[in-house]
């Protein structure tokens, strides 16, 4: 049956526009079919996951320092067309999904997280962790008699300097 019959069917031929958005749609997947390392390069393997760790681990000063080039520098190291924002991506997956295990593992039992070690020696360990309290071991009375002892000695101190002043003249 001929759709010119068919009751309610009209027929229209695209407009320009349409047919630029077909034509991207057709070249998007043919580049995708032709280059599936596209794909693949979306998911991090194991072996990647470890070695940008291990390159982190190794390298936490220019991270801390200078977050761009450490992105750039663990993309070239780990190799497999990985791209400094992937490599960003990835490490701030890692962190958000340490500090949900992290969190539920003080809750439940222990993760079976494979990075939670790794990570915990990274970002749990380290100086740039902020402490939500700190809770001093030094009571009153000792912190007072180490400010009286420093004051003793700086009184002694400046006794010296000023009987060498003395001499001098």
Known sequence: ????????????????????????????????????SISSSKFWTDS??????????????????NKTKFYAAAAIN??????SMQVNSKIQYLRTKYEKENKEETEKARSK?????EINELFGNRKNVKPKYLISSIDNNKLNSLKKAKKESLSIA?????????KLR
């Open 78 to 83: 780990i190799g497999n067309n990985r791209t």
């Open 113 to 117: 997280w494979p990075y939670l070690d």
């Open 48 to 65: 990647e996951t470890k070695a940008l760790l291990s390159f982190l681990s190794d390298n936490f000063d220019l991270y801390h320092k």
């Open 158 to 166: 400046q006794g010296r300097l000023e009987i060498e002043h003395e």
């Open 1 to 36: 049956m001929d759709q010119a019959n068919i009751p309610g069917f009209v027929n229209c031929t695209p407009s320009s526009f349409q047919n630029k958005i077909l034509n991207k749609i057709d070249n998007t997947k043919s580049e995708l079919d032709s280059n599936e």
